[in-house]
């Protein structure tokens, strides 16, 4: 793992974006995953039910950490409940929960009750089973990172999460996702304690969700979150703009006493970068 201390988000996020790929071979080599990895591999194919999933503890460990779970994994019983839900039902189980992630477990693992029995057919499909891993090693990716730094990690999973966004909704069922755009939009964290409809209201008020398809625009965004969330966190790092500007607001007079300015985050984020 590279180590991030000392720098800021946009540093830290460029130096992860240049390393992933030995990172992820990294992760995908180290004994505990690799195992994982054999294992899910070797016996997925033989889970065609909940039940045989939930019995077999390492295939469902491997499961809940890919969608990030493993805080949930202790909860056999809701989770067994969950995937044997009927989505179509508003009063099922996995629509009563409000956890986006749960909702991204059940379907993607595709399991469907007929007859009475719940079973799926994508744990047959090889091409499932490799998308599955993928997605395994990408949240070991991600959280290896946010273990080191929080802002960093909440930019990997608006990347992540972005192609799946299509409303403002969808952004105010993720604490991540929804914290980032609040910091990256200029909002202030107190606007939780508003409805969801108003909420939603002030960021249309300050971004179309449409230009989250567009690279560029999320790119921009995520600039911004950096700069912002480095300012307000006080990361003092050589060449933050943001950090720059305050510190100098301080000391240029009254005795040191603070003074208030106005920073335009957009001009802060275009301003030149060296190459790491």
Same mark, same amino acid.
């Given at each position: ?160 999460? &972005? ?20 910091? &990256? ?66 000391? &240029? ?24």
């Amino acid at each position: 793992m590279i180590p991030l201390s000392g720098l800021g988000t946009q540093m830290s996020l460029k130096l992860v974006d240049a390393t992933r790929d030995r990172q992820m071979q990294s992760i995908e080599r180290s004994p505990v995953h690799a195992r994982a990895i054999t294992s899910f591999r070797e016996r997925i194919a033989d889970v065609q039910t909940v039940d045989q999933l939930i019995e077999d503890q390492e295939l469902y460990a491997f499961v809940m950490r890919t969608y990030d779970l493993e805080d949930q994994i202790f909860g056999k019983a809701m989770m067994k409940k969950v995937l044997e839900s009927d989505i179509d039902d508003r009063t099922a189980l996995v629509n009563r929960l409000t956890d986006p992630r749960i909702r991204d477990l059940y379907k993607g693992m595709g399991f469907e009750t007929v007859d009475g029995k719940t079973t799926s057919s994508n744990t047959l499909d090889p091409a499932w089973q490799e998308a599955m891993i993928d997605r395994y090693l990408d949240r070991q990716f991600i959280n290896a990172q946010a273990e080191q730094s929080e802002t960093v990690g909440i930019a990997l999973e608006v990347r992540q999460k &972005a192609g799946e966004i299509g409303s403002w909704l969808d952004v105010l069922k993720d604490r991540d996702v929804s914290s980032f755009f609040r910091t &990256a939009l200029g909002l202030p964290d107190s606007m939780v304690q508003l409805d969801v409809d108003r909420q939603a209201a002030l960021f249309a008020r300050k971004f179309d969700i449409e230009k989250l398809q567009d690279p560029k625009e999320l790119e921009k965004l995520t600039r911004k979150y950096a700069a912002i969330a480095d300012a307000k966190g006080g990361t003092a790092v050589a060449g933050n703009a943001a950090v720059q500007l305050m510190q100098g607001a301080v000391s &240029a007079g009254n005795g040191g006493a603070f003074v208030p300015i106005t920073l335009d985050i957009t001009a802060i984020t275009a301003l030149p970068r060296r190459t790491y």
